[in-house]
């Protein structure tokens, strides 16, 4: 009985191992690899049946319309998988997840209009993928991040407008790339691509046809000749504010900084602000130009105490021990993201120097520059603070005899970095 039931064994595992769904033909080649062929069979759906150690799996030229997930769980052992040619709209995400020892993805000439960007994550193997032919009108920036071994991307003849600046930089061994027949819209957001391509050895198969379909004035012209002069990454310089010294303030200390930019397109500036008790973002001014503050639904609770105007400015009227922290001004234009930041603290005392040096063991004395209306946060400075000191709130006869409160405004810029950026 032993030995009848060790053939028996072993007949099961062959028959397991040369499982085959009826429309496919399989067979094993030369080099021990399992090919499950299962092309120009009209199939609807991934067939059924497969067995588990097929690693070429050709289903090209049939009528599969949607890959749902899992539906090559059958295969964890594919290293090739052919499903061009077919009517493939979309996969569902976890649709190839399982492929961990995928090579080569065809799905060239299909209706794709998504793709589960996701699953690409688990095949760090893969060394082709084509997705040309298809109606992909976008991919996120990081949707080859994880695919350190491809050497060809095809993903040419889609719809693409434009292509997140970097979406090939996690591409180290990437040789062959066909973008060609997109109708690119070459604004400044594409202007990477072209800086990219001048500098890869990438080979960029029928470069003179990735072409330009917008704006106009370069239409049909190549990607790589947009201007570069309408092209430039922002600038940006921060500048503080103030009243002269002497200047009587009854409301209290109005903090002011200038964020000046430059650029092309021309920058859009937001700020970042961080003090010990909150930190907020602001996208952009909640400064009307009658001066009032936008709508309500617009504007944060947390963001009504900067009032941000549309020219670069930040006031903080009633500037407060509260308020000290880092204030950053960010530039952003199609190009590229500038800022620069500027740590403001707040002291005061009847002896403004030596109240700094306490505070800051750092600062230089009374003798540095001071920094008025107008003035450019020098970049090379010592250190890396702007402190604003002034006297606190005192009682002086007024002309009457009456007494009135007083702020006496001293500004000191003392070892001031990062306040030039470039």
């Not at 001048?198 to 106009?216: D, F, M, R």
Request: net charge positive; proline share 7%; with cysteine.
């Amino acid at each position: 009985m032993g030995p009848l039931l060790c053939c028996l064994g072993i007949a099961v595992l062959l028959c397991r191992g040369l499982a085959c769904p009826g429309p496919c033909s399989c067979s094993t080649k030369k080099n021990g690899r399992l090919l499950a062929e299962c092309a120009y069979k009209e199939l609807p759906e991934v067939p059924r049946g497969l067995s588990p150690n097929v690693t070429i799996l050709t289903l090209s030229a049939n009528r599969i319309g949607w890959l749902r997930r899992g539906a090559f769980a059958e295969v964890p052992e594919v290293q090739s998988l052919w499903l061009g040619y077919n009517q493939i709209g979309g996969a569902e995400p976890g649709a190839f997840a399982t492929l961990v020892e995928l090579k080569n993805l065809d799905l060239s000439h299909n209706k794709m209009v998504t793709f589960p960007w996701q699953d690409l994550r688990n095949l760090s193997g893969l060394q082709i993928l084509k997705l040309n032919n298809n109606r992909l009108a976008g991919l996120p920036r990081d949707a080859f991040q994880a695919l350190a071994e491809l050497r060809s991307l095809w993903l040419n003849d889609n719809q693409l407008t434009t292509l997140a600046d970097g979406t090939f930089h996690p591409l180290p061994s990437l040789s062959q790339l066909q973008l060609f027949n997109n109708p690119f819209n070459c604004s400044c957001k594409l202007f990477w691509l072209k800086r990219w391509a001048e500098s890869t050895s990438v080979s960029l198969t029928k470069g003179g046809s990735t072409l330009c379909a917008a704006p106009g004035r370069l239409r049909g012209r190549a990607v790589t000749d947009i201007p570069a002069q309408q092209c430039v990454a922002p600038s940006v310089q921060l500048t503080y504010l103030s009243k002269l010294d002497n200047t009587v303030l009854p409301d209290g200390l109005t903090l002011s900084l200038h964020c000046s930019v430059a650029g092309s397109p021309l920058p859009q500036i937001r700020w970042r602000i961080q003090t010990p008790g909150r930190g907020v973002e602001i996208d952009g001014p909640n400064v009307a130009r009658d001066g009032s503050l936008s709508p309500s639904g617009r504007v944060k609770q947390s963001q009504e105490r900067f009032l941000v105007f549309k020219n670069g400015t930040m006031a903080i009227p009633k500037f407060s021990k509260e308020d000290e922290g880092i204030y950053t001004c960010i530039a952003v234009n199609d190009v590229g993201t500038r800022e620069v930041s500027v740590n403001v603290a707040l002291a005061g005392s009847e002896n403004p120097a030596e109240d700094l040096l306490q505070d800051d063991p750092h600062a230089s004395p009374l003798g540095g520059r001071s920094c008025y209306k107008g003035d450019e946060m020098d970049p090379i400075g010592a250190g890396e603070k702007l402190v604003i000191v002034y006297h606190v709130p005192r009682e002086v006869k007024g002309t009457a005899g009456g007494v009135v409160p007083q702020v006496r405004l001293a500004t000191l810029l003392l070892a001031l970095g990062i306040a030039l950026g470039w």
